[in-house]
Nanobody, 114 residues
Framework: VQLQASGGGLAQAGGSLRLSCAAS????????MGWWRQAPGKQRELVAG???????NYAESVKGRFTLSRDNARNTVYLQMNNLKPEDTGVYYC?????????WGQGTLVTVSS
C-alpha cells in the first residue's frame, strides 16, 4: 500500500492550506488514521486522527482551526488547515492502518510565515 501526501507549501499566518493523503487501495476499511507533523528539532506529534472507534480527534493546538475529512470514493483523507500560525510549520505525514498493516506517507512540508 502506498500513501501519497500532498498539498503542502508556503502560507502566510492566517492563511489556509489543504493537505491530501491518497491511498493506493480502498480506505473504507481503515481502522485508524492520523495526520502527524514534525517541526524542526522536535519530535513528531499527532495533529488529527480517526480512532478505532471512528471518532475524530485533534491536538489542542489545532482545535477549531484544522478539520480532518475523508472521501472514500477517492481513497483520500484531507486535512483542511485554516488560520495557520507560524508554529504550524513542519513536515506533515499521514498514516493509515488496515487489518493487514499500517503505512506512512512520505511527508509534505508546510511553512507558515509571520
Amino acid at each position: 500500500v502506498q500513501l501519497q501526501a500532498s498539498g503542502g507549501g508556503l502560507a502566510q499566518a492566517g492563511g489556509s492550506l489543504r493537505l491530501s493523503c491518497a491511498a493506493s487501495e480502498s480506505i473504507v476499511s481503515i481502522k485508524v488514521m492520523g495526520w502527524w507533523r514534525q517541526a524542526p528539532g522536535k519530535q513528531r506529534e499527532l495533529v488529527a486522527g480517526i480512532s478505532s472507534g471512528g471518532s475524530t480527534n485533534y491536538a489542542e493546538s489545532v482545535k477549531g482551526r484544522f478539520t480532518l475529512s475523508r472521501d472514500n470514493a477517492r481513497n483520500t483523507v484531507y486535512l483542511q488547515m485554516n488560520n495557520l500560525k507560524p508554529e504550524d510549520t513542519g513536515v506533515y505525514y499521514c498514516n493509515m492502518y488496515w487489518n493487514h498493516g499500517g503505512y506512512w506517507g512520505q511527508g509534505t512540508l508546510v511553512t507558515v510565515s509571520s
